[in-house]
């Protein structure tokens, strides 16, 4: 199993940036796909969610509205579309699955987003 995360920068508040996760080793169509992130000194969050066959999704509060999960199982890829930026986003933000292949949730490296003026 291996999740590759991408897309993660520099940006000043209120822009954008899109996050890509590629996952390779296990049959990503029927996973579960998750977003995390984790800021300096802070509990890790979850962002989001996508179930498989992309029939439901959910977000944290903090991100409802200005973010978007979504994933393109032909190309075994997860992103993350993320609007309206602020400097509390600024996090390692991680992509994770869950499934058969992945019962404990496996996880990627993480990417980094900076959010700054």
């Keep these: 199993v291996q999740l590759v995360e991408s897309g993660g920068g520099l940006v000043q508040p209120g822009g954008s940036l899109r996050l890509s996760c590629v996952a ?45 999960i979504s994933r393109d199982d032909s190309k075994n890829t997860l992103y993350l579309q993320m609007n309206s930026l602020e400097p509390g986003d600024t996090a390692l933000y991680y992509c994770t699955a869950w499934g058969s292949s992945c019962l404990k949730e496996c996880w990627g490296q993480g990417t980094q987003v900076t959010v700054s003026s």
Aim: net charge positive; no cysteine.
């Design 24 to 68: 390779s080793g296990f049959p990503f169509r029927g996973h579960i796909m998750r977003w995390y992130r984790q800021a300096p000194e802070k509990e890790r969050e979850l962002v989001a969610t996508i179930t498989s066959g992309s029939y439901s999704t959910s977000y944290a509060d903090s991100v409802k509205a200005r973010f978007t």
